[in-house]
């Protein structure tokens, strides 16, 4: 806009936010800390935190039935504290929190809390996608364990080479990976299904679970658990499943994976609630990528005040 009036962006951009856009205005009437939009309250929310400036996280609540337009936003507020939310969320109606119908969020406790204490009518539905993850990164925590030993297995083997006065040449599989190379490309891998394995990666697969037993089993296990949240239609049959998978993993004797599992099992309530509707924290995630999408355009955030009211008239 500034190049086809031809006049300085940076002068077009102050003229905006000091009298075009009516921010000095907003900004002597609102508290930025603590946006609350009553209006765009609806029976399916999301709740998530999300980091505007600095490392600074902000608390953000979202309506599903906007689908990420204008009048999703309906609260966004500093700081991740129970009681600091719960403060803000007093400005809101009582019948308007009453008339929540289901709330996700993902498996912190402050979220829950809150969720708890506001929407006292909700079903509260931990995110798929948080549960899914606590799984796969604990199959992602064994492979760094044997990629840590691999490496310190190959510094051994240098130096014993350098007291022989001989060049270190490592072992290779037959697809040329090393053994270090072997457990760090196999990240990706070992988070999706064999079905969406490219040639190459079935190949690595082959030699890892090979070399690596344990790691096949705990792969195996973490897919056992995604079929459960992804094939289940009624959660009572769920619940039976979740039974089925604590005993595989006991039996296993990963570390890793029975951390995993008592995870889970704690916050098990909440998991199978998603068999109710399937709903995710999705809209939150999607709204969150926007808000940094926002951030990026803008080459980062110097006014914070400014980017609140601009993402409030975008969003809110």
Same mark, same amino acid.
């Given at each position: 806009?500034?190049?086809?009036?031809?006049?300085?962006?940076?002068?077009?951009?102050?003229?905006?936010?000091?009298?075009?856009?009516?921010?000095?205005?907003?900004?002597?009437?609102?508290?930025? @800390?603590?946006?609350?939009? +009553? #209006?765009?309250?609806? &029976? *399916?929310?999301?709740?998530?935190?999300?980091?505007?400036? !600095? %490392?600074?996280?902000?608390?953000?609540?979202?309506?599903?039935?906007?689908?990420?337009?204008?009048?999703?936003?309906?609260?966004?507020?500093?700081?991740?504290?129970?009681?600091?939310?719960?403060?803000?969320?007093?400005?809101?109606?009582?019948?308007?929190?009453?008339?929540?119908?289901?709330?996700?969020?993902?498996?912190?406790?402050?979220?829950?809390?809150?969720?708890?204490?506001?929407?006292?009518?909700?079903?509260?539905?931990?995110?798929?996608?948080?549960?899914?993850?606590?799984?796969?990164?604990?199959?992602?925590?064994?492979?760094?364990?044997?990629?840590?030993?691999?490496?310190?297995? @190959?510094?051994?083997?240098? +130096? #014993?080479?350098?007291? &022989? *006065?001989?060049?270190?040449?490592?072992?290779?599989?037959? !697809? %040329?990976?090393?053994?270090?190379?072997?457990?760090?490309?196999?990240?990706?891998?070992?988070?999706?299904?064999?079905?969406?394995?490219?040639?190459?990666?079935?190949?690595?697969?082959?030699?890892?679970?090979?070399?690596?037993?344990?790691?096949?089993?705990?792969?195996?296990?973490?897919?056992?658990?995604?079929?459960?949240?992804?094939?289940?239609?009624?959660?009572?049959?769920?619940?039976?499943?979740?039974?089925?998978?604590?005993?595989?993993?006991?039996?296993?004797?990963?570390?890793?994976?029975?951390?995993?599992?008592?995870?889970?099992?704690?916050?098990?309530?909440?998991?199978?609630?998603?068999?109710?509707?399937?709903?995710?924290?999705?809209?939150? &995630?999607?709204?969150?990528?926007?808000?940094?999408?926002?951030?990026?355009?803008?080459?980062?955030?110097?006014?914070?005040?400014?980017?609140?009211?601009?993402?409030?008239?975008?969003?809110?």
């Amino acid at each position: 806009m500034a190049q086809h009036y031809r006049i300085d962006y940076k002068t077009l951009e102050r003229q905006y936010k000091e009298n075009l856009s009516c921010f000095r205005e907003w900004q002597k009437k609102t508290n930025p @800390e603590a946006l609350v939009y +009553v #209006e765009n309250f609806g &029976e *399916r929310m999301s709740i998530d935190e999300v980091t505007l400036q !600095n %490392g600074e996280l902000y608390t953000v609540l979202t309506n599903k039935d906007k689908h990420g337009k204008k009048g999703c936003l309906a609260a966004l507020m500093k700081g991740t504290k129970s009681e600091v939310v719960n403060k803000v969320l007093k400005e809101v109606p009582v019948w308007v929190l009453m008339n929540v119908k289901e709330i996700t969020a993902d498996l912190a406790n402050t979220m829950d809390w809150i969720c708890r204490t506001n929407f006292m009518n909700a079903i509260i539905t931990a995110d798929r996608f948080h549960v899914q993850q606590v799984v796969s990164e604990a199959v992602q925590e064994i492979r760094i364990k044997y990629r840590r030993e691999a490496i310190e297995e @190959e510094n051994f083997l240098i +130096v #014993e080479a350098r007291k &022989e *006065r001989r060049r270190y040449e490592p072992k290779r599989y037959t !697809n %040329g990976d090393t053994k270090k190379q072997l457990l760090a490309r196999s990240m990706y891998l070992l988070f999706k299904p064999r079905s969406k394995w490219t040639k190459s990666q079935k190949e690595r697969a082959e030699i890892l679970f090979r070399e690596y037993p344990e790691g096949k089993k705990a792969y195996d296990l973490s897919m056992y658990f995604r079929g459960i949240m992804e094939r289940d239609s009624d959660r009572n049959k769920a619940k039976i499943e979740f039974k089925k998978w604590y005993e595989k993993v006991n039996i296993s004797e990963i570390t890793e994976l029975i951390s995993a599992a008592h995870t889970i099992e704690l916050h098990e309530g909440k998991i199978l609630n998603y068999f109710y509707h399937r709903e995710t924290n999705a809209s939150a &995630e999607s709204f969150n990528a926007k808000l940094k999408g926002f951030r990026a355009l803008l080459r980062g955030v110097r006014d914070i005040k400014f980017f609140l009211f601009r993402v409030e008239t975008l969003f809110a």
